[in-house]
């Protein structure tokens, strides 16, 4: 049967990594073994050592709390803390008997822990009988003496103390029984399982080199002979490699012209869009003066409106009071022409007096004139404050006529900051396509620089096809020498120059590109001050 090179390679390799996997699976199924050991150790026989440790301290825990209680020297606190040490002891027992409990246990465990149990029960209950004595004699206030009497013969002597001392005894052989299968069954089977893979993988492993030695002796001899045909094959496909790398210069060459064509283009698109740039820029400057002087004149004109409000409201406080001294003094008015009435009767009244009324009468020609004088008075205050009522009506139309035209340029500022938003948004549109523009020609530039790029990569790859014609059957002579052990004399081809020209026209495309980078319109437009 006839194989080929990459069956007989892949037939090789495959049966030394056989032989690997079937060494690795070997030291896998040990891991295993020594990692189910590890677990059986972490996960059930220390957990287990452990929960027995605990349930024995807090047994002696609680003999030592009944013991406390047996001293006559203690308080009555002392006596609680002991009771409230034998309740926590109690409730510690149980959570680790809990935790031993719920991890497996074997037939020979079983019988022990429930023997444990058996005389943990009596144990318990002897305990309860001594704390509920303690705890009677404690309230009867019994002597101090005559209570640690009766608990030290109850508690150290007789049934107490033996079901304390046999529950003890279980506990320590159940702990024996756990540390002696720990020691005899997870380090002797760790220890055997240890050296059988060694031995295994061991030979596993020189009966894998010796197979793997000689596969590779028979794949080396059935290798030369086609290696031979395959070298004729390339020595003749280094030929054709030359043609090939003439084709690709010539193309090369294509791209370099239509790169520059496409980079005079894209000069010329960088102009125009760099000139509007500028005018949208101006636009934008203009626009925002213009916003703010109109943001200033309505602020301006609503100050004066408010002004005017200000000014009506005192032209009519104004009024009021001059309404209300026109009445007072038309009851000055009243006043005084009433005491010239009562000046006068006073006068005719002095007058039939005769020589007796003649000061009384004088008296009343000098209330007469002074009721003359106030009514003068009176008439002429009037006449003012008529006066001033009629200037007061003026101004406040003239108030009125100026309150309504500031009304008026307030609703035009307005309008025109209307307008001159719409235009604001119209120029940050403006902004929107000439950001669009300068997108698409970044990706213009982009395109002729990567064209530019893989127009140069291509010369290069034209040159390096020609110099590795030759490298390529120099190398196929040497594999023949190697292969068959003669030397093989083949025509050796001299490098073909490379024309550079296209070179350097691709060079000078990517200069203008560097030369024209378009900017962001960003970097030229202040967009923060929309």
């Known amino acids: 049967m006839k194989m080929s090179l990459n069956f007989k390679l892949i037939g090789g390799f495959l049966i030394v990594a056989l032989i690997t996997a079937v060494v690795g699976i070997i030291g896998l199924l040990g891991i295993r073994t020594s990692a189910e050991d590890i677990d059986e150790l972490g996960n059930q026989l220390i957990p287990k050592i452990i929960s027995l440790e605990i349930m024995k301290i807090k047994q002696i825990e609680i003999k030592v709390s009944m ?8 308080t009555n606190d002392d006596y609680k803390r002991q009771f409230d040490a034998i309740e926590k002891s109690r409730l510690e027992f149980a959570e680790a008997e809990k935790e031993f409990e719920a991890i497996p246990m074997s037939v020979k465990g079983a019988e022990l822990y429930s023997e444990i149990k058996r005389k943990l029960d009596i144990a318990r209950k002897l305990n309860d009988e001594f704390i509920d004595e303690a705890e009677h004699l404690l309230d009867s206030n019994y002597d101090k003496e ?7 013969e109850k508690g150290l002597t007789g049934e107490v103390q033996e079901a304390f001392n046999a529950m003890l005894a279980s506990i320590d052989e159940l702990l024996a029984f756990t540390k002696d299968i720990y020691i005899k069954n997870i380090v002797e089977n760790a220890e055997k399982s240890s050296i059988m893979n060694v031995t ?7 009966v894998g080199f010796m197979l793997a030695l000689i596969l590779g002796i028979i794949i080396a001899i059935s290798i030369s002979k086609p290696i031979n045909t395959i070298t004729q094959e390339l020595t003749s496909s280094s030929s054709s490699l030359e043609s090939a790398a003439g084709q690709v210069s010539a193309s090369s060459q294509e791209l370099s012209s239509g790169a520059s064509e496409l980079a005079s283009s894209v000069e010329e698109m960088t102009s125009s869009i760099e000139e509007l740039q500028s005018i949208i820029e101006s636009n934008s ?19 004066a409106v408010d002004q005017m409000d200000l000014l009506k409201v005192s032209h009519e406080e104004i009024r009021s009071n001059s309404k209300k001294i026109e009445k007072i003094i038309k009851v000055i008015d009243d006043i005084a022409f009433q005491t010239n009435i009562l000046a006068l009767n006073a006068a005719v009244e002095a007058a039939r007096a005769g020589e007796a009324g003649r000061g009384f009468a004088v008296v009343a020609d000098q209330v007469k004139n002074l009721a003359q004088k106030s009514a003068d008075a009176a008439k002429e205050t009037s006449a ?5 009522i009629t200037g007061v009506d003026k101004g406040y139309m003239l108030g009125e006529n100026v309150s309504e035209s500031l009304s008026k340029a307030v609703e035009l500022a307005s309008k ?4 001159m938003d719409e235009v604001n948004k119209a120029s940050k549109e403006q902004l929107k396509g000439a950001n669009q523009v300068t997108q698409g020609i970044t990706q213009i530039n982009t395109v002729v620089q990567q064209t530019a790029s893989s127009s140069e990569e291509t010369a290069a790859a034209g040159e390096e096809l020609l110099s590795q014609a030759d490298v390529t059957k120099t190398i196929v002579s040497r594999l023949k020498s190697i292969v068959s052990g003669k030397a093989e004399d083949i025509e050796s081809h001299t490098t073909h120059k490379t024309n550079n020209k296209h070179v350097r026209q691709i060079e000078h495309v990517k200069k203008q590109i560097q030369t024209h980078t378009i900017h962001n319109p960003e970097s030229q437009i202040p967009f923060d001050e929309f």
């Open 285 to 303: 400057k203009n626009i925002n003066e213009g916003e703010m002087m109109m943001n200033e004149t309505m602020i301006g004109s609503k100050k």
């Open 146 to 152: 005559v209570l640690t009497k009766e608990l030290t």
């Open 416 to 419: 025109v900051s209307v307008l």
């Open 67 to 74: 013991r406390s209680l047996m001293t006559p020297y203690a």
């Open 384 to 388: 003012l404050i008529e006066t001033s």
């Open 200 to 206: 295994i993988i061991t030979i596993a492993s020189i």
